[in-house]
């Protein structure tokens, strides 16, 4: 034991002189260099220069740890940033930092299957460097999202690369309470507003994300990505939790893949996806109910209000709830401009007041779930940008909210003894979820 001790602390010691005559000799050889032609200087800057670091260990030097971004060490450049603004062009940049137009052109050329010049966006950063400005750029990096960018090479080849960043990803879970929006429950919670995108994505079918109240609760199991150790979005839901403030029983769904079975199953292994969505806009309220005597807001009269009014932004897509075929794509009266799907042979509905018609839309057109068929207007009897939604049955006008329909069948036994295993495993990560405290990393995938 002793002999290895002392095996052990001669390595390291002969490892720091050879580390310190390595620094002396270095040093040594740098003055040499001077000598030659600084000769009278030379004898007091080497024992200057000797002296000061012959003892000295190898931690104490400085290191200098170059700025590098895109693949660049930015300390060696020039470096100009900015952004596009919609009156830029390639062109006017470069020909103003002294590129020839020759060399612009042939750039463009070569570059075109890459990248199309035409592409670039208004507010997107670019950034030029230079090694010498008075001789042109090097090279030009423009990144129009945080998942790639691409360098445009300004010096002799003269071409234009993609580069996608590597992605990372990694089990993380999230938790809160609405206590005014839900956007806003998501920040205070610590996870990324973006989860409310794939959260609904899970739930669909189940929970009106359009109707919130304080109150509510929600929990999710999901991947969020990472591109060089910073956030970007949040990936798909493995297990899902929301409960209404109202409600005792929480809805639960998870995701469940195999070679015949993919989607999302409740705890009893029956799917999510329904016939029809609860909603046909994302992220909006509900104005105005189903209402069998309601004041119209604009005649002043009280008559029935068969649909419920979404109230959005100008604009918004509207979705078809259910595959069907398009009855109607027309405008008429006080319904404005609407669509009319026939989902089957005693169910349709109705999108009133939208702006314009999505492309392709017209009767005979056959649309699937999710499917954008319009956009949000105030067309015909409407007093702000909504659509009023109705849902015919056996040709009467329903309140769609209060529809039950028999749940679908549950897995095959064989998929149900793989499934209950990995719904036990998000299970418990969910009951793990504190709701007073914020988001936490869970790690591996299980």
């Known amino acids: 034991?002793?002999?290895?001790?002392?095996?052990?602390?001669?390595?390291?010691?002969?490892?720091?002189?050879?580390?310190?005559?390595?620094?002396?000799?270095?040093?040594?050889?740098?003055?040499?260099?001077?000598?030659?032609?600084?000769?009278?200087?030379?004898?007091?800057l080497r024992a200057s220069l000797l002296g000061k670091y012959r003892n000295m260990p190898i931690k104490s030097f400085p290191v200098v740890v170059p700025t590098v971004k895109y693949g660049f060490a930015l300390d060696t450049f020039q470096v100009h940033e900015n952004e596009f603004?919609?009156?830029?062009?390639?062109?006017?940049?470069?020909?103003?930092?002294?590129?020839?137009?020759?060399?612009?052109?042939?750039?463009?050329?070569?570059?075109?299957?890459?990248?199309d010049v035409r592409d670039f966006k208004a507010g997107h950063s670019y950034m030029i460097l230079s090694k010498d400005e008075k001789q042109g750029p090097n090279?030009?990096?423009?990144?129009?999202?945080?998942?790639?960018?691409?360098?445009?090479?300004?010096?002799?080849?003269?071409?234009?690369?993609?580069?996608?960043?590597p992605i990372s990803t990694q089990i993380e879970v999230a938790g809160?309470?609405?206590?005014?929006?839900?956007?806003?429950?998501?920040?205070?919670?610590?996870?990324?507003?973006?989860?409310?995108?794939?959260?609904?994505?899970a739930l669909k079918w189940s929970v009106d994300f359009h109707h919130t109240n304080q109150g509510d609760e929600f929990k999710a199991v999901y991947d969020q990505h990472?591109?060089?150790?910073?956030?970007?979005?949040?990936?798909?839901?493995?297990?899902?939790?929301?409960?209404?403030?109202?409600?005792?029983?929480?809805?639960l769904a998870f995701y469940y893949e195999s070679p015949y079975?993919?989607?999302?199953?409740?705890?009893?292994?029956?799917?999510?996806?329904?016939?029809?969505?609860?909603?046909?806009?994302?992220?909006?309220?509900?104005?105005?109910?189903?209402?069998?005597?309601?004041?119209?807001?604009?005649?002043?009269?009280?008559?029935?209000?068969?649909?419920?009014?979404?109230?959005?932004?100008?604009?918004?897509?509207?979705?078809?709830?259910?595959?069907?075929?398009?009855?109607?794509?027309?405008?008429?009266?006080?319904?404005?401009?609407?669509?009319k799907i026939k989902h089957n042979s005693n169910i349709q509905t109705q999108y009133l007041h939208m702006q314009a018609f999505?492309?392709?839309?017209?009767?005979?057109?056959r649309v699937s779930q999710g499917q954008v068929i319009g956009y949000v207007g105030a067309t015909g009897l409407a007093?702000?940008?909504?659509?009023?939604?109705r849902f015919w049955m056996n040709g009467k006008q329903i309140n769609h909210n209060a529809l039950k329909l028999p749940p679908p069948e549950p897995l095959p036994k064989a998929e149900m003894e793989k499934f209950v295993v990995l719904r036990d495993q998000y299970l418990k990560q969910l009951e793990s979820i504190d709701l007073s405290e914020k988001k936490s990393n869970e790690g591996v995938k299980p």
């Open 1 to 44: 034991m002793a002999d290895t001790t002392f095996l052990s602390a001669f390595r390291k010691s002969l490892a720091r002189i050879n580390w310190t005559w390595a620094i002396i000799g270095t040093i040594a050889g740098i003055v040499t260099v001077i000598g030659v032609f600084y000769p009278t200087y030379t004898k007091h």
């Open 85 to 115: 603004k919609s009156s830029d062009n390639l062109g006017a940049i470069l020909s103003e930092r002294n590129m020839s137009m020759a060399d612009i052109e042939t750039l463009v050329r070569n570059g075109r299957e890459t990248f």
């Open 139 to 165: 090279y030009l990096v423009y990144e129009p999202s945080a998942y790639r960018y691409f360098v445009f090479h300004l010096k002799d080849s003269l071409h234009i690369e993609e580069v996608e960043r």
């Open 176 to 201: 809160g309470t609405v206590t005014s929006s839900l956007w806003e429950s998501m920040v205070s919670s610590g996870a990324d507003p973006g989860l409310i995108k794939t959260l609904e994505e």
């Open 226 to 251: 990472y591109i060089e150790g910073k956030a970007i979005d949040p990936g798909r839901v493995y297990a899902a939790y929301y409960r209404k403030k109202e409600k005792e029983k929480p809805v």
């Open 261 to 339: 079975y993919t989607g999302y199953y409740d705890q009893e292994g029956r799917p999510m996806k329904k016939g029809f969505l609860r909603a046909p806009v994302r992220y909006v309220r509900i104005s105005s109910g189903y209402n069998l005597r309601r004041l119209h807001p604009i005649l002043g009269t009280v008559r029935p209000h068969f649909g419920t009014d979404y109230a959005a932004p100008y604009g918004t897509p509207i979705i078809s709830v259910g595959d069907g075929v398009v009855m109607e794509a027309t405008r008429r009266g006080g319904n404005g401009n609407f669509v």
């Open 358 to 365: 999505a492309s392709g839309i017209r009767p005979g057109a």
């Open 383 to 389: 007093t702000g940008p909504h659509v009023c939604f």
